[in-house]
């Protein structure tokens, strides 16, 4: 009977380990098919992901008393997603242009009507369709470079290995708080272990990739694995700094054990543009 505490807690880990295996089998599954699909189909596809991000952002300032404009949340994302999609870049400033001044004109629209926090609503509601539609839509640029398949496939299993190095590696031996006043689970040792799964994962896809595009060299792998590994774990922290803003644990439960989709894709924001033009640079 002592020991059933004990037992118990590491029955409830071991079912949670394997609920977040099953849906991360499941996410692979999906993500890998509209991948190799590409052209529109995966356009659709990323563009789903980032408005129902874009959503959980929308809804995570609610919970916190505030009313940035769901409407040009998610409006926006999607406009920016499409738009790289039929147009790369160009045009996108005036897009942003548009999205600024709609956003504004919205919300002295909430202030005139007796909104309280219209200013900062403002901010909110411009802060995610720039972090969420702008960011996010590097994961549809980097699927159109030339053999983008590619090196889609090497950006983002190279965060993913990072991450999961990160997990277990911090959960068998991680004692030193990385950021304890923004994620108090995410330790030193995670980060560094994290970083050498990232440039090992790297190196290998480059090496996998590489004999069926003569673009990629180990080379490639070696300082896309360095960098995303470095920095994509900022996502990370920035998503989960906005969360314990206002005391929540997940942006959404839409993906079990693994939260939200904005905490599955926050590295992904980071490392899609990150790979993106440290791709064009080493090209």
Same mark, same amino acid.
């Given at each position: 009977?002592?020991?059933?505490?004990?037992?118990?807690?590491?029955?409830?880990?071991?079912?949670?380990?394997?609920?977040?295996?099953?849906?991360?089998?499941?996410?692979?599954?999906?993500?890998?098919?509209?991948?190799?699909?590409?052209?529109?189909?995966?356009?659709? %596809?990323?563009?789903?992901?980032?408005?129902?991000?874009?959503?959980?952002?929308?809804?995570?300032?609610?919970?916190?008393?505030?009313?940035?404009?769901?409407?040009?949340?998610?409006?926006?994302?999607?406009?920016?997603?499409?738009?790289?999609?039929?147009?790369?870049?160009?045009?996108? &400033?005036?897009?942003?242009?548009?999205?600024?001044?709609?956003?504004?004109?919205?919300?002295?629209?909430?202030?005139?009507?007796?909104?309280?926090?219209?200013?900062? /609503?403002?901010?909110?509601?411009?802060?995610?369709?720039?972090?969420?539609?702008?960011?996010?839509?590097?994961?549809?640029?980097?699927?159109?470079?030339? /053999?983008?398949?590619?090196?889609?496939?090497?950006?983002?299993?190279?965060?993913?290995?990072? &991450?999961?190095?990160?997990?277990?590696?911090?959960?068998?031996?991680?004692?030193?708080?990385?950021?304890?006043?923004?994620?108090?689970?995410?330790?030193?040792?995670?980060? %560094?272990?994290?970083?050498?799964?990232?440039?090992?994962?790297?190196?290998?896809?480059?090496?996998?990739?590489?004999?069926?595009?003569?673009?990629?060299?180990?080379?490639?792998?070696?300082?896309?694995?360095?960098?995303?590994?470095?920095?994509?774990?900022?996502? &990370?922290?920035?998503?989960?700094?906005?969360?314990?803003?206002?005391?929540?644990? /997940?942006?959404?439960?839409?993906?079990?054990?693994?939260?939200?989709?904005? /905490?599955?894709? &926050?590295?992904?924001?980071?490392?899609?543009?990150?790979?993106?033009?440290?791709?064009?640079?080493?090209?």
């Amino acid at each position: 009977m002592e020991n059933s505490p004990i037992r118990a807690a590491a029955e409830s880990s071991g079912v949670s380990l394997r609920s977040r295996l099953l849906v991360a089998i499941i996410l692979i599954l999906v993500g890998v098919t509209f991948v190799l699909l590409g052209g529109l189909a995966y356009t659709v %596809f990323i563009g789903l992901l980032l408005a129902i991000a874009a959503w959980e952002y929308w809804r995570l300032f609610t919970h916190g008393g505030y009313f940035p404009s769901a409407v040009m949340l998610i409006g926006g994302t999607l406009i920016l997603a499409f738009s790289r999609y039929f147009w790369g870049f160009e045009s996108s &400033d005036l897009l942003l242009a548009g999205l600024i001044l709609s956003s504004m004109a919205a919300h002295i629209f909430t202030c005139q009507h007796g909104c309280t926090t219209a200013g900062m /609503d403002f901010t909110i509601t411009l802060t995610g369709i720039l972090y969420i539609g702008w960011m996010g839509s590097y994961l549809i640029s980097l699927r159109f470079l030339p /053999d983008g398949l590619w090196w889609l496939m090497l950006t983002i299993p190279t965060i993913a290995v990072g &991450d999961a190095g990160a997990f277990f590696i911090g959960r068998a031996w991680g004692k030193t708080p990385l950021a304890p006043r923004i994620s108090p689970n995410k330790t030193r040792e995670g980060y %560094f272990g994290g970083l050498l799964f990232s440039i090992a994962g790297g190196l290998l896809f480059a090496f996998l990739w590489g004999l069926r595009s003569p673009l990629i060299t180990p080379m490639h792998g070696l300082f896309l694995g360095l960098a995303l590994g470095l920095l994509s774990p900022l996502g &990370d922290l920035g998503e989960s700094m906005l969360k314990r803003q206002f005391n929540i644990k /997940d942006s959404g439960r839409l993906l079990a054990a693994h939260g939200g989709v904005l /905490d599955r894709i &926050d590295s992904w924001l980071w490392g899609a543009a990150i790979g993106y033009y440290l791709i064009l640079w080493l090209w």
